[in-house]
């Protein structure tokens, strides 16, 4: 008997040509999905967008604002198929990854309550609460006046990074 051994997925920049397959993944995770729009403005406004592909097959994505060292994670999802396999975890890993490259001291997100597996992996990940959203109370509910308003309303996550106290620079 012997193993095959698979590649690890790969991690690597965002393009126009993967909005398909994003758009496809996000419309059949939520609610209340992102738009094309949304995704192609992340892309031209220069956020940083990112994927994550098993093999040929992209399976997650995410963006990430980065401004005046902080970062915020704006989106970060595994498709369906693939969750409960660490991709979630090695993705978030790579963007912190990405914040931290930039020099970023805070990253921040946001979490719907609905979302258990999302606070898990965040809080395992050392984010720690900050607030609470109370979207009827800005009047401006994702899905309008619905009775259940307060599964809309994320938790604000945060976590800090130490900084090096020192860079080490060449010639």
């Known amino acids: 008997m012997s193993a095959v051994l698979r590649p690890a997925p790969s991690f690597e920049p965002m393009s126009e040509a993967d909005l398909r397959r994003v758009l496809e993944i996000e419309e059949n995770l939520y609610e209340f999905p992102w738009t094309l729009?949304?995704?192609?403005?992340?892309?031209?406004?220069?956020?940083?967008?990112?994927?994550?592909?098993?093999?040929?097959?992209?399976?997650?994505?995410?963006?990430?604002?980065?401004?005046?060292?902080?970062?915020?994670?704006?989106?970060?999802?595994?498709?369906?198929?693939?969750?409960?396999?660490?991709?979630?975890?090695?993705?978030?890993?790579?963007?912190?990854?990405?914040?931290?490259?930039?020099?970023?001291?805070?990253?921040?997100?946001e979490v719907r309550p609905t979302n258990e597996g999302g606070q898990r992996l965040y809080t395992r990940y050392g984010f720690r609460q900050i607030g609470?959203?109370?979207?009827?109370?800005?009047g401006s509910l994702p899905c309008g006046s619905c009775a259940d308003a307060a599964r809309f309303d994320p938790t604000f996550l945060r976590r800090r990074f130490r900084q090096a106290r020192f860079r080490l620079r060449g010639p």
Do not use: P
């Open 37 to 109: 729009g949304n995704f192609r403005d992340s892309l031209r406004a220069g956020y940083d967008c990112w994927v994550v592909r098993d093999g040929k097959q992209l399976i997650g994505y995410a963006v990430l604002m980065l401004a005046a060292g902080e970062a915020h994670l704006l989106n970060l999802s595994v498709a369906a198929h693939a969750q409960r396999r660490g991709h979630g975890r090695t993705l978030l890993n790579d963007v912190v990854g990405v914040a931290r490259e930039r020099d970023a001291k805070v990253l921040f997100l």
């Open 132 to 138: 609470v959203a109370i979207w009827k109370r800005w």
